[in-house]
Nanobody, 121 residues
Framework: QVQLVESGGGLLQAGGSVRLSCAAS????????MGWYRQALGKRRELVAT???????NYADSVKGRFAISRDNAKRAVYLQINSLKPEDTAVYYC???????????????WGQGTQVTVSS
């Protein structure tokens, strides 16, 4: 069983900053890509940022310059630093990762339960 547990969301002020965290646990032999997605009310889930095992990053155009994704392989964690928060950043943020399962010996993709970020103006 693999679990992704997110933390760090909440009610925030525009212009502020927040750091989201996501930690993976379970029978994991390796972790490949890790990423963050978000889904605003009434909208489709969209990619925010990804980071691969070589620490190469990719960002949605709408967040470039304000968001920073990072990972800590020892902690099996991925982070999302959000600066200069805007009301349009309001969404549920989900972490996503592709892991190599210890016993099944195959790659599998998992999602976190989501953490709400609400930005007030």
């Amino acid at each position: 069983q693999v679990q992704l547990v997110e933390s760090g969301g909440g009610l925030l002020q525009a212009g502020g900053s927040v750091r989201l965290s996501c930690a993976a646990s379970g029978r994991i032999l390796g972790i490949d890509d890790m990423g963050w997605y978000r889904q605003a009310l009434g909208k489709r889930r969209e990619l925010v940022a990804t980071i691969n095992s070589s620490n190469m990053t990719n960002y949605a155009d709408s967040v470039k310059g304000r968001f920073a994704i990072s990972r800590d392989n020892a902690k099996r964690a991925v982070y999302l630093q959000i600066n200069s928060l805007k009301p349009e950043d309001t969404a549920v943020y989900y972490c996503n990762t592709r892991v190599f399962l210890t016993y099944e010996r195959r790659w599998s993709e998992y999602w976190g339960q989501g953490t709400q970020v609400t930005v007030s103006s």
